[in-house]
C-alpha cells in the first residue's frame, strides 16, 4: 500500500538526526532490537518512500559489514586461514 498523503519535508541538521539516533538506540533497549528492527523495516518500508528504502539498503549493508568486523574481532585467536598454507603446499 503506497502512500500517497503529501507531507511537506523540513529541513534536518546533524543534530536532529542524532537526537533521532539516541531514540532509536533507547528504543531498541525497551522494546528489543527484533521488534523495533520489525518497525523499521515492515511498517515504515510501507511507505515506499525511495530515499528511505535506499537508506534501509545502505544501513543493511553497512550493519552486515559491522557484524563481520566484531565477529571477527571477538574470534581473532579461532579463525584459521587456509589460503597462504594451501597455496604453499
Not at 528504543?27 to 528489543?32: E, H, N, R, T
Not at 537508506?55 to 557484524?67: H, P
Amino acid at each position: 500500500m503506497k502512500n500517497t498523503e503529501k507531507t511537506q519535508t523540513t529541513p534536518v541538521t546533524i543534530g536532529d538526526v542524532c537526537k533521532a539516533i539516541e531514540v532509536i538506540v533507547n528504543a531498541s533497549k525497551v522494546m528489543g532490537a527484533k521488534s523495533l528492527g520489525r518497525i523499521v523495516t515492515d511498517e515504515l518500508y510501507g511507505s515506499h518512500d525511495a530515499a528511505y528504502i535506499a537508506m534501509l539498503e545502505i544501513a543493511g549493508e553497512r550493519a552486515k559489514t559491522l557484524q563481520q568486523d566484531a565477529y571477527m574481532a571477538a574470534n581473532v585467536d579461532s579463525i584459521v586461514s587456509c589460503g597462504g598454507v594451501l597455496s604453499q603446499r
